[in-house]
């Protein structure tokens, strides 16, 4: 099994040597710049981590970890816009707006999400895609539901924005895996409460969301329940998951 | 064969019966919107009418078609927004971002894409979903040339632009109709021409690029040779083409 970080060099080493489709000629720097601003790459790392514990070899799911990653820094440069959350900066540096313009960042955003599907499209299988653009398509109506600021039950809405790419990261793995669907529930299971554990420990670093409605001692206990939750279902997975179950526990101590 | 009227009516009626992901919830009305406007749907009819004379039945072309539109929509309604073209009219009514706003704009914009991939990859070959993202990002590299303003050779744009989805409009059909790649090639020669020839009869009528370029009578002489050279090459697909033709006759006459 892979470490963690070993893992993440992978996906930093396969991020930066990606051909772009040539037809986008000049707009590759502002995608570029969108891509490489770090960020922990948990979605790509998760994605890898569980082809390998699949059976697969964790090569085998870089185009599906990138395209995920890709879809996440998609949403990143359209949230970021002056329409939206007006952010000028982004992990530190100028926003792909802040840096390039509305215009082109509207582009590399689409861009962006044109290529992760071109990516989870070089699979023989479409599930790989399905899956993909699904999860899209929720972080969507989960990001017009922030803007809209409509009363939301804040489950939903982080099911939404932040659930449904995670669940997607375990998913494309367990298709480029070969995984049968009829085997796939565990694992599901599972990754539902990794992308709840994920959101709730967001909010009590940026002092949001749950932090904001069930105070931080209490988001610390919702949060400390969720990773109870993930570790009892990933031990009923069939697999060596020692890894993930790594995975896990740093996403619940992590501090940025 | 099915005339193309008919044709016309059923991608309407698809389109206006189309179930898009309820996890998109209130970005819906804008989406509709955005697809509403009408439009001369000249993609998908011709989607139809090439899956019909490769032998399917036009109906199984209908969420390739769909999808066609779906895409060609998503890049009006980001065309539209006012970081880039900033038009507020589109066809006689309010552009999306005029009518609901720049953010919404751009998530209903993000939406129209994602649905059209999902439509797409509702088939069992991923060929269908593949055209069409590798146009879709032909098309953002166009629109990206276009706002840079950047010297660039008018034909180069145009097929960037225009081209690339009039390709996958033809390519997505004989994908459809599960034409072998073998045989595509005539058929791909066809298309070259059909999407020279809507651009430049586009130009002629919003005296724009070609007209500019080669005035009035060079740019009808340039149209009038395209359509000529795009009926000899569907003369020679071994098939019925004659909706096609007439299509192609349609485009070469038409006055809007």
């Known amino acids: 099994m892979t470490a963690p970080e070993e893992l993440r060099g992978l996906v930093e080493a396969y991020l930066g040597e990606l051909a772009l489709t040539p037809e986008l000629g000049g707009l590759e720097g502002s995608m570029r710049h969108a891509l490489a601003g770090g960020g922990k790459r948990v979605r790509p790392v998760l994605c890898l981590a569980t082809a390998e514990a699949a059976g697969a070899e964790p090569e085998a799911a870089l185009p599906a970890a990138a395209a995920l990653e890709l879809v996440h820094n998609f949403s990143l440069v359209h949230d970021d816009l002056p329409a939206l959350d007006d952010d000028a900066v982004r992990r530190g540096r100028a926003s792909t707006w802040a840096e390039y313009g509305e215009a082109v960042a509207i582009l590399a955003g689409d861009a962006l999400l044109a290529e992760a599907v071109r990516l989870a499209l070089s699979y023989p299988t479409p599930a790989v895609a399905r899956e993909l653009v699904q999860a899209t398509l929720g972080m969507i109506g989960g990001q017009y539901l922030d803007i809209t600021g409509a009363e939301t039950d804040l489950a939903v809405l982080h ?93 619940a101590a992590r501090t940025s």
């Open 159 to 251: 099911r939404l924005k932040t659930g449904c790419l995670f669940s997607a990261s375990i998913a494309c793995a367990l298709w480029v895996a070969e995984v049968p669907e009829r085997e796939q529930a565990p694992w599901r299971a599972f990754v539902d409460e990794v992308g709840l554990l994920f959101q709730i420990v967001d909010d009590i670093l940026d002092e949001d969301g749950y932090l904001l409605e069930h105070g931080r001692e209490g988001a610390r206990v919702l949060a400390d329940e969720a990773a109870e939750r993930a570790q009892a279902r990933l031990a009923e997975v069939p697999a060596d998951t020692s890894v993930l179950a790594g995975i896990v526990t740093g996403l």
